[in-house]
């Protein structure tokens, strides 16, 4: 649930971002009201057009302590390499030296789970499997994910129909895989 208007820590935090309290008020007259308002706004242009006279560079800090994309600054575009991970509980980025299935720097989880394939049963971080491609779902949903599988459903589409699917349906799925146990 979204907060009101920001607490005093918030606001705090705004300042040392370069907002002054003129400019948050223009903010929360705006209707951006929380951090989570913030990540709505999504990057610093479009902070810096709801807050006249903020400068693209507190627009940018402000966008990037919220959590949202500070991907222009002054018109510039900033590129990640290819070998930077992002942990994906916090988003915060992990050092050079991350190596996979090292711990988050900031909230101490594990960065880049190790997930196992539905397709191929290979295991792997990231989102898709280095092996067959196939994208990967939630360790509680493998089994389900196998079971999809062997139902004759498509590697693609079973990530899918898993994150269409009610919790009811799991159920009647589950019920399914325990007969085929039995």
Known sequence: MAAKSFSTLEKNILKTKGLTEAQIGKLIKAGVKSKDDLKTVGDASTLAGLVKGLSPDAAAAVIAWAGGVAASVNGAVVVDSSDVVYCVHCKTKQ???????????????????????????????????????????????????????????????????????SA??????????????G
């Open 95 to 165: 050092p050079k030296d991350y190596s996979s299935g090292d711990l988050c720097v900031s909230c101490g989880k594990q960065a880049e789970p190790i997930l196992s394939c539905f397709w191929c049963s290979s295991s792997g971080p990231g989102k898709f499997c280095r092996q067959c491609g196939a994208e990967f779902v939630a360790t509680a949903e493998l089994d389900l994910a196998v079971h999809l599988k062997r139902e004759g459903h498509p590697k693609d589409a079973i990530p899918a129909k898993l994150k269409g699917m």
């Open 168 to 181: 009811a349906e799991k159920d009647v799925l589950w019920g399914k895989i325990r007969k085929s146990r």
